[in-house]
């Protein structure tokens, strides 16, 4: 079975950092352009940032630019988000999602449809 987990969810401070992560299992995510994305309460999910198969192209919607990084480690099929400077409106469940189309040749922030599976999120919490 097909899994993304992400974990490293939690409760920050302002101006604080976090690292989350997002672990494939039943899959090689060699093959996948990653995204991540949020759901914060009462909004629709937004795209955060990606990063395509080989590393090479790496995306971030504008309000995360300079805070926010992606990285990916093949040989523990996982990939990373660390976000540092957190904002109270960064409070949200983050997502992790994988693209496997070989047609796209790098990843892109949207559409969402693009992205085939999904995990389970992990939750954000940015308050003092």
């Known amino acids: 079975q097909l899994q993304l987990v992400e974990s490293g969810g939690g409760l920050v401070q302002p101006g604080g950092s976090l690292r989350v992560s997002c672990q494939a299992a039943?899959?090689?995510?060699?093959?996948?352009?990653i995204g991540w994305f949020r759901q914060a309460p009462g909004k629709e999910r937004e795209a955060v940032s990606c990063?395509?198969?080989?590393?090479?192209?790496?995306r971030f919607t504008d309000s995360m630019k300079g805070r926010f990084t992606i990285s990916r480690d093949n040989t523990k099929n996982t990939v990373y988000l660390q976000m540092n400077s957190l904002k109270p409106e960064d409070t949200a469940v983050y997502f992790c999602?994988?693209?496997?189309?070989?047609?796209?040749?790098?990843?892109?922030?949207?559409?969402?449809?693009?992205?085939?599976?999904w995990g389970q999120g992990t939750q954000v919490v940015v308050s003092s």
């Open positions: 999602a994988a693209d496997g189309n070989t047609a796209h040749a790098m990843c892109n922030l949207t559409p969402l449809i693009a992205y085939d599976y």
């Open positions: 039943g899959f090689n995510l060699d093959y996948y352009h």
């Open positions: 990063i395509s198969r080989n590393g090479h192209t790496i």
